[in-house]
């Protein structure tokens, strides 16, 4: 019973003199594969200096990306540069990776909903004013009323006269500065 021609089918399973076989993928799955983890490297080129210090590399991995943010993009080296990256992350657990970049962008959505919050509330205050004001203090109660007050007549003002909308934007620095260090 040692041919494995004659292998019983109801032992395969128990035998261990057959290796494991791997799961088959095509082609075309490599290639996503590939497109996929291309992209991720394109997503560490676009990165600002302060972003790529917090994602995990080696250093081999750091250098290329190093290289390809300084190759002029519209040369043919930036997309070979890129297909570079994709082939060393090949042989790399992004898992580490991924999680920096979902952090990111997570805290970019965040950042994005709290300056939205900032923008209504100033909104809410040059348009309603005192009804506005007492519902920010209501949350907010290290705002000054009275500051409040004055940008919510200065922006009046400035919108009678079609005047840049100076105080507008002011209050919403003031804001911004009392509001998102509570946070």
Same mark, same amino acid.
């Given at each position: 019973m040692n041919d494995p021609s004659q292998h019983d089918d109801a032992n395969w399973d128990n035998d261990d003199s057959y290796p494991e076989h791997d799961e088959f993928v095509s082609k075309s799955e &490599? /290639? %996503? *594969?590939?497109? *996929? +983890?291309?992209?991720?490297? @394109?997503q560490l080129? #676009? =990165?600002?200096?302060?972003?790529?210090k917090t994602i995990p590399m080696d250093d081999e991995l750091a250098d290329a990306v190093t290289l390809a943010r300084r190759i #002029?993009? !519209? /040369?043919?080296?930036? %997309? +070979?540069? =890129?297909?570079?990256?994709? !082939? &060393?992350? +090949?042989? %790399?657990d992004l898992t580490p990776? @991924?999680?920096?970049?979902? /952090?990111?962008?997570?805290?970019h959505q965040a950042q994005n909903a %709290?300056?939205?919050?900032? @923008? !209504?509330?100033r909104d809410a205050i040059a348009d309603r004013g005192d009804d506005a004001i007492q519902e920010v203090l209501d949350e907010h109660p290290s705002l000054e009323r009275q500051k409040l007050r004055q940008f919510h007549r200065s922006i009046i003002k400035e919108r009678s006269k079609n005047a840049p909308p100076k105080a507008y934007r002011e209050l919403f620095q003031y804001l911004k500065e009392h509001m998102l260090d509570q946070d």
């Open positions: &490599l /290639k %996503r *594969l590939s497109a *996929l +983890r291309q992209q991720v490297g @394109e080129v #676009n =990165l600002s200096d302060a972003h790529i #002029n993009r !519209k /040369k043919d080296g930036f %997309r +070979r540069q =890129l297909q570079f990256i994709g !082939k &060393l992350m +090949r042989s %790399r990776i @991924e999680e920096a970049l979902a /952090k990111l962008q997570h805290q %709290r300056f939205h919050q900032l @923008e !209504k509330t």
